[in-house]
């Protein structure tokens, strides 16, 4: 039976892609803060599941929470970080924006690095970081937000360059999501909305083939390639 990590499992993606494991062969250590989701978790696969609460802003007990999944768990194939965090703020309140960063950069750096180390001592290993379209492009009403999957998906790319040059099988997958069904996709304006059932089936599927880049659902990736060349003059107009 593999093993897995799912950073951000109390809730909308990271939940979904948790119970698609478990229904794959997995065995599960899940994280969050909101202790009762992760509580109700175990009740329902009490053999197939682990739990530590854990706050990512809090990157000084990262690593002792992900060593002790890893020792309940038995060992670790496959480490998926679905914890992240946006919010509006046109008026650029650097508390809210200092916030997103903690979260989406301070936390998924630490997080990011722990299972690269991990992997690496290992030889071999699989991380997964969902990401955002909107690391694409910037955003007027959220620059936080934007910018941090910026970073995200630049890192990603790094650890993948770092990883092929250490020598050790290790996968690196960026998923970029386009609007899922989750509490994070609120708001007017919203399209081709994706449920977290059909999300977490093609991050699976993903998974499976390896990709270093999957938008989800697929038709995002002609989004991506659009957002890419779009000119400012049009990007104003968004
Ligand atoms: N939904 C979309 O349309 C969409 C689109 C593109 C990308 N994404 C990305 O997908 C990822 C998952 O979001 P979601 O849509 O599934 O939203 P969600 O339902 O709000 O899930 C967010 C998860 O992150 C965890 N989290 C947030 N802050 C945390 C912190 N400080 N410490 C620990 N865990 C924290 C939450 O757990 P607790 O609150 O229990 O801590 C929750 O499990 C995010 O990175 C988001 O940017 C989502």
Redesign the pocket.
């Known amino acids: 039976m593999k093993k897995a990590i799912v950073?951000?499992?109390?809730?909308?993606?990271?939940?979904s892609i948790a119970e698609i494991l478990l229904q794959n062969d997995y065995t599960v250590g899940v994280?969050?803060?909101?202790v009762e989701?992760l509580q109700s978790l175990k009740e329902k696969n009490p053999d197939k599941i682990c739990f530590c609460q854990?706050?990512?802003?809090d990157v000084s007990a990262v690593e002792s929470i992900c060593n002790n999944l890893v020792d309940q768990l038995g060992g670790l194939d496959l480490f998926i970080i679905?914890?992240?965090?946006?919010d509006e703020n046109k008026c650029l309140d650097f508390s809210i924006e200092n916030n997103v960063i903690k979260?989406?950069v301070q936390?998924f750096t630490c997080l990011a690095d722990w299972g690269m180390q991990y992997f690496k001592k290992q030889g071999h290993g699989y991380l997964v970081n969902?990401?955002?379209?909107?690391g694409l492009i910037g955003n007027g009403e959220a620059p936080s937000y934007n910018a941090t999957?910026a970073f995200q998906i630049n890192y990603l790319e790094g650890l993948r360059l770092n990883a092929d040059k250490s020598g050790a099988e290790i996968y690196v997958t960026d998923v970029r999501?386009?609007?899922?069904d989750?509490?994070?996709?609120k708001g007017d304006g919203l399209f081709w909305v994706a449920s977290v059932e059909k999300a977490a089936q093609q991050i699976l599927a993903a998974m499976q083939r390896k990709k270093k880049i999957v938008y989800v659902t697929k038709r995002w990736r002609m989004i991506g390639f659009l957002l890419k060349i779009m000119p400012y003059s049009l990007l104003r107009k968004l």
């Not at 950073?7 to 939940?15: E, L």
């Not at 994280?31 to 909101?34: A, I, L």
């Not at 854990?54 to 802003?57: A, S």
């Not at 679905?82 to 946006?86: H, L, N, W």
């Open positions: 950073i951000g499992a109390t809730s909308g993606i990271g939940k994280t969050g803060r909101r989701m854990m706050d990512v802003q679905s914890a992240g965090i946006g979260t989406n936390g969902i990401s955002s379209i909107a999957k999501p386009g609007f899922v989750t509490d994070m996709a």
